[in-house]
């Protein structure tokens, strides 16, 4: 009978060890940007919904449509840069602007805003751009090492 019993030892001598290595410490050092993408998929779809939350759906129909479709976009946004972060740095960009667009929307596409209204995109777009520029400087950092 074959004796299959794992052995505790040392597998320095495994002719994969290197590459493991490798592809272990590579996906350890986008780990943190993975984090943060998952946060802008959080607000995304906070974004999405926070018309319908601070109830302002019904007093600017235009705002709470474009903050569906700006919340929708940056929940899947999130979502691809959390599955791949090491090729999200353009994707980083679009979701900044996102943000600034969240911070601008309630003068942009409203006449007269509400303190609700502002205070929820303002924050929001706010936390956005943090998100994003913080995961951009987290990936600068990794490929500078």
């Not at 590459?19 to 943060?36: C, F, I, K």
Request: charged share 15%.
């Amino acid at each position: 009978m074959a004796d299959v019993s794992h052995r505790p030892g040392d597998i320095t001598g495994h002719p994969d060890a290197s590459e493991m290595r490798d592809r272990y410490a590579r996906m350890l050092q986008t780990r943190g940007v993975a984090a943060v993408e998952e946060l802008v998929i959080l607000a995304g779809v906070w974004t999405a919904i926070s018309a319908y939350t601070v109830h302002f759906s019904a007093a600017a129909p235009t705002l709470a449509i474009s903050n569906l479709v700006v919340g929708i976009a940056l929940a899947v946004l999130g979502l691809c840069m959390s599955m791949a972060p090491e090729r999200s740095q353009d994707l980083n960009f679009v979701v900044l602007l996102m943000g600034a667009w969240l911070i601008v929307a309630p003068w942009v596409v409203t006449r007269h805003p509400s303190t609700g209204m502002i205070l929820s995109n303002v924050i929001t777009g706010a936390c956005v751009c943090l998100f994003s520029l913080t995961a951009g400087g987290l990936l600068m950092s990794k490929r500078r090492t």
